[in-house]
Structures are given as structure tokens and as C-alpha cells.
């Protein structure tokens, strides 16, 4: 089956310009999480959608950061404003969370390299 | 403050060797800790996990051991083949979650090679 799609692969913008990126996450997983990773760091999170329960946006480093996901499925993350230093490889991740069983696994997708001249 | 440390960035062993990499944490409230290994221009790939009431978790060639009191992981790959050569993420949940993983948090990373 697909696993998590991300689009475009890169992107190359001005600083000042606005961004979107998008994920599609594996069909039917309720949860689905936004990471960056700059240049040699680590994953960082950025947001958690968990069904129709209000998104946990305590990883958003600024108010030009946001990220919306529409029906329970396709996501959007919008970077307004960009500056140099949110270069980075912005990564999606879905998985079932299934409420009230053990944690599952989630399904990374192939990142989004951003590149802020 | 960095809560999940990988302190080595690169290791390299020999093909049919045992590769052992590192993890600490900080924080007394994860309970959940996994490896992901990521091939360059891929996302991270979930490889193997242990909760922390357990000690051992071992899966094929994967063992990932933890040790509570000393709040370390590691991972041990024998025998290690070429084609694990990759970056190797460490991470951790917090118990506060429920069904979901929810908020992972990851080390840097420690890249390995493994030569034929």
C-alpha cells in the first residue's frame, strides 16, 4: 500500500516569501505529526493532529509557523515569512493510533528539504 | 536541553561484527523509547521498541536494551551487514500520552557504517 506522500520533494524560496508543504498521510491513520530536522540535529517536533481533537502545537518555534489538516487527512504546514534559519528537511509522519491500545508506529514520509535564500 | 543524547555521531565496524550504539535520556517521564534508521533522502523507518518495563526487546538481528537506572539504551545489530549502514535515531515518548506515540523526541543521530 502507499505510505506517506510529501510534496514538493524541494523548495527553494526568498527570504520574506511564504511556504506550503504538504502531506498525505497512510489512508485511515487518525494521527498525524510534522518534525524538522536542521543540518546536523536531530528530528524536531512541530505539531500533532489526533482525529477531530484540537492539534498539540506546542512544538511551533513562532506565530509564522502553522499547520492545518483538512478532513481528517491531507495536511498542510505554512511557514509565513521565511527566514534562513528555518532551512531544513520538514518531515510528516501518520500512524492508527488506535484510542485505549499500546502505542503504534508512525510512518515517516520522505521529508521536504527547504532551502531559505 | 537537549533530553535524548546520542553522543557518538559516527561509528564504523566490520561486516559480521556486533554494532552497539548509544542513547541517553534526561527525562524521568519517558516510558517508551524506540530506534529509527534513515537511508539518505528517505524518511526515518521504525526499526525496533522497548517500554520501559522491560529491559530487553529483541527482534532478529535487533536488540535494544534499556537501562532505567542509569536512564541509557542501546542498540545492539549482530551480525552487523553492510546494508545497515545508515543513521541511526534514538527517541523517546513520554508517559503522558495515550494510544498514539504522540510527541517523539529524537537524539542527533549516529551514523553507521559497516564495511564489507
Known amino acids: 500500500g502507499a505510505g506517506v506522500s510529501q510534496s514538493p520533494s524541494n523548495k527553494v524560496t526568498e527570504k520574506g516569501k511564504d511556504v506550503e508543504l504538504r502531506c498525505d498521510p497512510i489512508?485511515?491513520?487518525?494521527?498525524l505529526y510534522w518534525y524538522r530536522q536542521s543540518l546536523g540535529q536531530g528530528l524536531e517536533f512541530l505539531i500533532y493532529?489526533?482525529?477531530?481533537?484540537?492539534?498539540?502545537k506546542s512544538g511551533l518555534p513562532s506565530d509564522r509557523f502553522s499547520a492545518e489538516r483538512t478532513g481528517g487527512s491531507v495536511s498542510t504546514l505554512t511557514i509565513q515569512r521565511t527566514q534562513q534559519e528555518d532551512s531544513a528537511v520538514y518531515l510528516c509522519?501518520?500512524?492508527?493510533?488506535?484510542?485505549?491500545?499500546?502505542?503504534?508506529?508512525?510512518?515517516f514520509g520522505p521529508g521536504t528539504r527547504l532551502t531559505v535564500l | 536541553d537537549q533530553q535524548v543524547k546520542q553522543n557518538s555521531p559516527s561509528l564504523s565496524v566490520q561486516e559480521g561484527r556486533i554494532s552497539i550504539l548509544n542513547c541517553d535520556y534526561t527525562?524521568?517521564?519517558?516510558?517508551?523509547f524506540l530506534w529509527y534508521k534513515k537511508y539518505p533522502a528517505e524518511g526515518p523507518t521504525f526499526l525496533i521498541s522497548?517500554?520501559?518495563?522491560?529491559d530487553k526487546n529483541e527482534d532478529g538481528r535487533f536488540t535494544v536494551f534499556l537501562n532505567k537506572s542509569a536512564k541509557h539504551l542501546s542498540l545492539h545489530i549482530v551480525p552487523s551487514q553492510p546494508g545497515d549502514s545508515a543513521v541511526y535515531f534514538c527517541?523517546?515518548?513520554?508517559?503522558?500520552?495515550?494510544?498514539?506515540?504522540?510527541?517523539?523526541?529524537f537524539g542527533k543521530g549516529t551514523k553507521l557504517s559497516v564495511k564489507p
Open positions: 509522519a501518520s500512524s492508527l493510533a488506535p484510542a485505549g491500545l499500546p502505542r503504534d508506529t508512525q510512518y
Open positions: 489512508s485511515g491513520h487518525t494521527a
Open positions: 493532529f489526533q482525529g477531530n481533537s484540537a492539534p498539540d
Open positions: 527525562n524521568s517521564m519517558f516510558d517508551y
Open positions: 522497548i517500554s520501559s518495563i522491560k
Open positions: 527517541a523517546a515518548s513520554p508517559k503522558n500520552y495515550g494510544g498514539s506515540q504522540g510527541n517523539l523526541i
